[in-house]
């Protein structure tokens, strides 16, 4: 894997994207615009606390976040996790706004809580039906993406199959752009939410030891934890056979191992992540029954990581892959609380760029 600052070189000839992971220096203009945020939101609508500036229009990736963004995203988040467990769940701080998802690979919690978030905050949600769209008669993803911003969204969600997608897609439309997940490149709105929950689990995030295990060299949930959790002071470890453990990888601040029974003694967290088969071309485990007989979380390697620690996955969950339902549905897991808290993130996350782009 390449790591900070390598370019990436092949391009998709039908979209003209980039199709290796794409890796952009920190502060590239490609990931990010600061702008000065003169709109609040109405006083009935204010958040419960004063937050500090928050100057971004797009969130492309966590990389070059800084961490003060990243806790102002996570308090924002925090009050957002009240509002979405009251009866009464309306704010009206994005009322009058539209949001348009543009998901061209699969989603079943991304794209739904981007949804429900958008119109928490009173928003006109649109969800492309990319399935049934002109992208199917040869429109491009730009051709694609200009008209819709022809119809003066405010936002757009998008998820693509090629890392920088979301990047592209932000220099070329007026409105914010969100990245639900590019290749293998980034998704950033999935670290917010996995540090979100660790975060109310523990208090803290600095100084925990995370296990992110699988898949590496697929995963674009790793990529962004590796920058969230390395950025907010986490030691973060790697667990995967060589042939899932990009070379190099080190480079992003992470310890490696090739065994779990080795990666996960002291750890506090202990991330799962699927086989990314879609992204694979050839075969990088023997088989599904050897990976799990090696790298599966079942009940005896949770009892190496800490007694109180914590299992997480982003899901979709591949049980007896992965992950154990034992596990999976046990009492240290908390898959399902960091879906209640993709939510909260998301309606942090739109707000803050709103008022970050001055709308
Ligand atoms: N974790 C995640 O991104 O799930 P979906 O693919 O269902 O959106």
Do not use: W
Not at 174 to 200: F, K, M, Y
Not at 258 to 284: H, I, N, T, W, Y
Not at 314 to 325: D, T
């Amino acid at each position: 894997m390449p790591h900070h600052g390598a370019a990436f070189t092949l391009i998709c000839a039908r979209c003209n994207l980039p199709l290796a992971p794409l890796i952009v220096p920190p502060y590239s203009p490609l990931l990010m615009t600061r702008e000065p945020s003169p709109s609040r939101p109405s006083e009935t609508d204010a958040p419960a606390f004063q937050l500090p500036e928050f100057g971004l229009k797009h969130l492309l990736g966590i990389e070059g976040l800084t961490p003060r963004e990243i806790d102002h995203l996570l308090d924002r988040a925090e009050t957002m996790v009240a509002i979405s467990r009251a009866v009464e769940k309306k704010r009206h701080t994005l009322s009058g706004r539209t949001l348009i998802n543009l998901f061209f690979e699969n989603s079943t919690r991304t794209q739904s809580s981007f949804e429900i978030a958008g119109k928490r905050l009173g928003m006109d949600v649109v969800n492309m039906a990319v399935a049934q769209s002109s992208v199917k008669k040869g429109e491009t993803l730009l051709d694609t993406a200009l008209t819709l911003n022809a119809m003066q969204p405010d936002l757009l969600v998008v998820r693509h199959s090629a890392a920088g997608a979301a990047a592209l897609l932000a220099q070329q439309v007026d409105c914010s752009v969100i990245n639900a997940g590019d290749g293998a490149h980034e998704h950033p709105t999935q670290a917010l939410l996995d540090a979100l929950t660790i975060r109310r689990q523990f208090g803290r995030i600095e100084g925990l030891t995370v296990a992110i295990c699988g898949d590496i060299a697929h995963s674009r949930v790793a990529r962004s934890n590796i920058h969230l959790l390395n950025a907010m002071g986490a030691r973060v470890r790697v667990i995967a056979p060589s042939t899932l453990l990009p070379s190099g990888i080190e480079h992003l601040g992470v310890e490696a191992f090739r065994s779990m029974e080795k990666g996960l003694p002291g750890c506090d967290v202990v991330m799962m992540l699927r086989l990314q088969v879609e992204r694979m071309e050839g075969a990088f485990v023997p088989s599904l029954r050897e990976y799990y007989r090696f790298y599966g979380l079942n009940a005896k390697r949770m009892k190496l990581a800490k007694k109180d620690a914590i299992v997480m996955h982003p899901a979709p969950m591949n049980r007896g892959v992965e992950i154990a339902s034992s596990i999976a549905d046990g009492v240290q897991s908390v898959i399902f609380e960091q879906v209640e808290m993709g939510v909260a993130v998301r309606m942090a996350v739109m707000e803050a760029l709103q008022e970050g782009a001055g709308a």
